[in-house]
T-cell receptor, first 111, second 118 residues
C-alpha cells in the first residue's frame, strides 16, 4: 500500500520565522511529488517535483526532492499570517497519476 | 488558467434521496478527473478516477453502485450519491488533470461540495 507521511502534524510560528515542512513516502511506480496549500476549501497547487536535487522556488516558498532517501521538504521563509494553512504533500503514481495524500501539516503563523 | 468549478457548493438532503455533484474544467480539457472525499481534520481520500468516455475506476472499499460517476465530456464529470445516508455526509472535492506532456501529474482542484444528509 502506498504511504505518504508528513511531519510535524502541526506547527505554530511567529511572523518572520522560517519553517521547514517534511514529507516522506513509500510508494510503487513513483511519478512525481506535489505540494498543495489548503486554506478553507480546495487545495491550491504549489509545486510538482520529479527530479532529485533540483530546487523549485516561488517567492518565499521553495521545495526539493530526494528520490534516494524518499522525501521532500517545503521551506517557507519570512512567514506571514497569510501563510497559515494546511500544507498537503501528495505522490503521483501509476499510469493514471493517482495521488496519494499525506495527512497534512497545519501551520499557524502568529503576528 | 486551470480553473475547476464544482456545483453545488453546499447541499443538505434527507436520508434516502440522491444528490448529484458537477465538476467542470473551465478553461482546459481534462480526459481524467478525480473524486475525493475529505472528513474533518483528515486528508483527501481518493474515491474514484473518472475517464472521459469510459467507466470510472473505483478505489477499494468505495461502492460503485452508491457513488455513480459519469464523465460524458472533456470538461464535465458528475458524481451522484444514491440513497444518501447520514454517514455519507462529508466534503467532496473533484480535481482535473491537465493533459499536457510536461505536467500530466498536476491536478487542479474544485472548491468542493459540503454534503449534509439529515
Amino acid at each position: 500500500e502506498d504511504k505518504v507521511v508528513q511531519s510535524p502534524l502541526s506547527l505554530v510560528v511567529h511572523e518572520g520565522d522560517t519553517v521547514t515542512l517534511n514529507c516522506s513516502y513509500e510508494v510503487t511506480n513513483f511519478r512525481s511529488l506535489l505540494w498543495y496549500k489548503q486554506e478553507k476549501k480546495a487545495p491550491t497547487f504549489l509545486f510538482m517535483l520529479t527530479s532529485s536535487g533540483i530546487e523549485k522556488k516561488s517567492g518565499r516558498l521553495s521545495s526539493i526532492l530526494d528520490k534516494k532517501e524518499l522525501f521532500s521538504i517545503l521551506n517557507i521563509t519570512a512567514t506571514q499570517t497569510g501563510d497559515s494553512a494546511v500544507y498537503l504533500c501528495a505522490v503521483a503514481t501509476g499510469a493514471n497519476s493517482k495521488l496519494t495524500f499525506g495527512k497534512g501539516i497545519t501551520l499557524s503563523v502568529r503576528p | 488558467g486551470a480553473v475547476v468549478s464544482q456545483h453545488p457548493s453546499r447541499v443538505i438532503c434527507k436520508s434516502g434521496t440522491s444528490v448529484k455533484i458537477e465538476c467542470r474544467s473551465l478553461d482546459f480539457q481534462a480526459t481524467t478527473m478525480f473524486w475525493y472525499r475529505q472528513f474533518p481534520k483528515q486528508s483527501l481520500m481518493l474515491m474514484a478516477t473518472s475517464n472521459e468516455g469510459s467507466k470510472a475506476t473505483y478505489e477499494q472499499g468505495v461502492e460503485k453502485d452508491k457513488f455513480l460517476i459519469n464523465h460524458a465530456s472533456l470538461t464535465l464529470s458528475t458524481l451522484t450519491v444514491t440513497s444518501a445516508h447520514p454517514e455519507d455526509s462529508s466534503f467532496y472535492i473533484c480535481s482535473a488533470r491537465l493533459d499536457l506532456s510536461l505536467s500530466t501529474d498536476t491536478q487542479y482542484f474544485g472548491p468542493g461540495t459540503r454534503l449534509t444528509v439529515l
